[in-house]
């Protein structure tokens, strides 16, 4: 096995990420991976990419774990957090990535597809937090990062419960940081604009993304490796400073 970098900025540490057989979470899995982490990776239906991920990790000199967790069942989240403890001995950092993204306009929005989204893309880092907090606070460290969305910040059409969801999350940072900051947790958020995956490759298409794009001052979309990026500064020491803070990667669409 290859060395791990043992200069990078989580060596020696290990990072679970819910969702992380593809897309921004897959990216945060090797970017992590990369800075030196041993990663736990938690996907529901992407098997392959999970397992893909693990290996790519693997190859970069760290460890990797992968697990069947539909993060809606609570059970299953600690579950999780619980054999990611076992294997490595602790979880250093958590990030809340799983989300769906369905498209509905509000008035058409049934109360099931409602409560669908607000437990994949919420409730479920409630869960997973909470999981993670009692072994950070014995250990007095720990950061938590919520992959959140620009559209947190400003709501849009036809998605009002991912808009929701997603504003929720960063209130949540906000929350965790006001109350166990002084106990040695942090908990951020990241807020991405459109960024190239297979969810956000469906609004870059057509006219759609063309008028998206002219919002841009970068003048493109991100890549789930930018976005990794952010994750990893707020995973790592270079961020102490930040509680309860929203990184938004979104090539300038939202300068708030």
Sequence with gaps: MPDRNESGPLHGRVVAVTGGGRGV??????????????????????????????????????????????????DQ??????????????????????????????????????????A????????????????????GSGSIVNIASR????GWPGVAHYASAKAGLIALAKSISREFGQRGVRANSVAPGVTNTDMGRAVM??????????????????????????????????SALLLGQTLNPNSGGLMP
């Design 120 to 139: 994949t893309d919420l409730t479920a880092a409630f869960h997973a937090s909470q999981a993670v907090l009692p072994g950070m606070l014995e250990r």
């Design 77 to 118: 989240v600690f579950k999780f957090v619980a054999a990611a403890e076992r294997r490595f001995g602790r979880v250093d950092g958590l990030v809340n990535n799983a989300g769906i993204m369905p498209e509905s306009p509000f008035l058409e929005t049934t109360a099931q597809e409602w409560d669908r989204v607000i």
């Design 205 to 238: 298409a057509g006219e759609v993304g063309r008028r998206r794009m002219a919002e841009l001052p970068l003048g493109r979309f991100g890549e789930p490796a930018e976005v990794a990026d952010c994750v990893v500064f707020l995973l790592s020491d270079a």
């Design 25 to 74: 979470g897959r990216a945060v899995v090797l970017a992590a991976a990369a800075a030196g982490a041993d990663v736990a990776i938690a996907h529901r239906e992407s098997e392959a990419g999970a397992k893909s991920a693990a290996e790519e990790a693997r190859a970069l000199g760290v460890e990797a774990d992968v697990h069947r967790c539909d993060v809606t069942e609570r």
């Design 151 to 154: 559209l947190g910040q400003i």
